[in-house]
């Protein structure tokens, strides 16, 4: 089974300001990841997909890259309706989930 | 508009079992891969299982291999998980999802999720 680390656990914060979400495979997974938000009470969302690819109406302000073993997310300029719990997905051997980072915005 | 309803969901004793379904609409649902994913209490994301586009191919990860059977009905536009021999690790909400397009991987779609509490 393909293991997925995210770090950091958690992301605390200010509005404007650069997150940055790490994900990283236990084996090469080529471009086969994506990203999730998920808000509380809420189904995910499908953020980006094959690493850096934005899905529809998703802002600009996302951005996802990486290939290989070592994926980021980024948020170029926080706003306060980011704040949720962010899950990486591989889809290269079966379908695993990272165990999330959670992104509060102070 | 693209739309996936779950039902099915319920509290059901350890050892029982319990069947959930997936409504599609506003898509052909015989173009796609469909997929059910989990998420118990508080806990993190997980792929449970999915079925080809015409039902002949099934993949399921190893903790509900042989207890839980995916299957669709492309006529229907609907899919379906049976899950036998419950137990409390399964206790979760339960949703069905797709993909961005057919040929573009990454669950864009998903439903509003059913509850399945195992306890007795």
Known sequence: E????QS?????LSPGERA?????ASQSINSYLAWYQQKPGQAPRLLIYDASSRAAGIPARFSGSGSGT?????ISSLEFGDSAVYYCQQRSSAWTFGQGTKVQIK | EVQLVE??????????????SCAASGFTSSDYWMYWVRQAPGKGLEWVANINRDGSDK???GSVRGRFSISRDNAKNSMSLQMNSLRAEDT????????LSPTL????????????????
């Open chain 1, 2 to 5: 393909i293991v997925l680390t």
């Open chain 2, 105 to 120: 991987r990454g669950w864009a779609y998903w439903g509003q999720g059913t509850l399945v509490t195992v306890s007795s």
């Open chain 1, 70 to 74: 070592d994926f980021s997310l980024t």
């Open chain 1, 20 to 24: 940055t979400l790490s994900c990283r």
């Open chain 1, 8 to 12: 950091p656990a958690t992301l605390s």
């Open chain 2, 92 to 99: 979760a909400v339960y949703y069905c999802a797709r993909d």
């Open chain 2, 59 to 61: 993949y399921y990860v």
């Open chain 2, 7 to 20: 039902s099915g969901g319920g509290l059901v004793q350890p050892g029982g079992s319990l069947r959930l």
